[in-house]
């Protein structure tokens, strides 16, 4: 396993961590003052402002037709589609509770690249690690729940759109990985401008044109903006030179224990003993399909 080459790389890693994590408490003070697909598409448009002028000093907008479709692709699956589904589903579940489901986006990764990226494949150790990370999902959703699943609880609802969320971001990296090669920043700013367009006339035409919200969900939607959808982007493209991709992975441990300690110390969210179960089992399942767990002679290598 990378160790990530050196501490300041380590310093990184929690930052992102720290960052992504906070976001789901945010959007939550951020809905205070505005319904979720317009936080959706205001977060879009806002990370476009920032973006789009930082890839004109790496040398402007990428150019090529090629380039365009994966950027839309990656506009719909990893900005568009999730941002709208944990915006709506965080009007029905907690911070905590999204940022545990967010926990399975590892795990999610394992099938879908066997499907659609040469060279990729299931293992035994990757299908039981899936195995042990679906029965963390079961119980986060609730065997209750799951119970009177169609009588259509929306708090039910609201985590599998929170799951599903996980499954665009894993989709969206995939298109990423396949994408012609651009400078990153030029890339990101395409695909967010592409996900603000994509986002913003939805809105609009389903919640109507928004009101002026207050100043703390304002300050909210800025720092999701500049924290989560910016910088954090800076950090992973950082961690991924230096580091990458192995090292990057470790911040899967940390965003939904952020998430879970932000949303109880600063919204007064109730810490249930059943999400800590669901996110030791979750955590526990990417550790054993990553071979950190019951592959010690892979660990070594």
């Known amino acids: 396993m990378n160790d990530g080459g ?5 310093v990184r890693l929690a930052a992102l961590g720290l960052i992504w994590g906070g976001a789901f408490p945010l959007v939550e003070v951020a809905l205070e003052g505005m319904p979720p697909l317009t936080l959706a598409a205001a977060r879009l448009a806002l990370a476009a402002g920032f973006l789009v ?9 990428p150019k090529g037709g090629a380039v365009w479709a994966f950027a839309a692709g990656v506009a ?18 907690t911070a905590g509770v999204a940022g545990v489901a967010m926990a399975v986006m590892p795990l999610m990764a394992l099938p879908l ?16 690690g899936l195995g042990i990370g679906f029965i963390g999902v079961l119980i986060l959703i609730g065997f209750d729940a799951l119970a009177d699943f169609g009588g259509g609880g929306v708090a039910v609802w609201a985590q599998i759109a929170c799951l599903a969320a996980t499954v665009c971001y894993v989709s ?5 990985k396949r994408a012609p090669k651009v400078h990153p920043i030029a890339f990101a700013a395409s695909a967010m401008l592409l996900g603000a367009m994509m986002a913003v006339p939805v809105a609009l035409a389903v919640e109507g044109v928004p009101t ?13 903006a500049a924290g989560p959808s910016v910088l954090a982007l800076l950090l992973m493209l950082k961690i991924l030179s230096t580091a990458g991709p192995p090292f990057l992975s ?12 932000f949303g109880v110390i600063f919204l007064d969210e109730r810490f249930e003993p059943r999400l800590a179960l669901a996110l030791v089992v ?20």
Not at 53 to 61: H, I, K, R, V
Not at 115 to 125: D, K
């Open 172 to 176: 969206g990296s995939i298109l990423i």
């Open 113 to 128: 690249s066997h499907v659609f990226v040469p060279g990729e494949r299931m293992t035994l150790r990757g299908s039981l």
């Open 53 to 61: 002028p930082l890839s004109l000093l790496y040398g402007g907008l």
């Open 250 to 261: 470790l911040v899967n441990y940390q965003v939904p224990v952020w998430a879970t300690v």
């Open 6 to 10: 050196d501490w300041r790389n380590w």
């Open 76 to 93: 719909l699956f990893s900005n568009a589609l999730p941002f709208a589904l944990l915006s709506w589903g965080q009007t029905h579940v």
């Open 212 to 224: 002026l919200p207050g100043l703390t969900p304002t300050v909210a939607l800025v720092v999701l």
């Open 282 to 301: 979750i955590l526990f399942g990417i550790a054993v399909a990553q071979g950190y767990i019951g592959n010690r002679k892979e660990r070594m290598a």
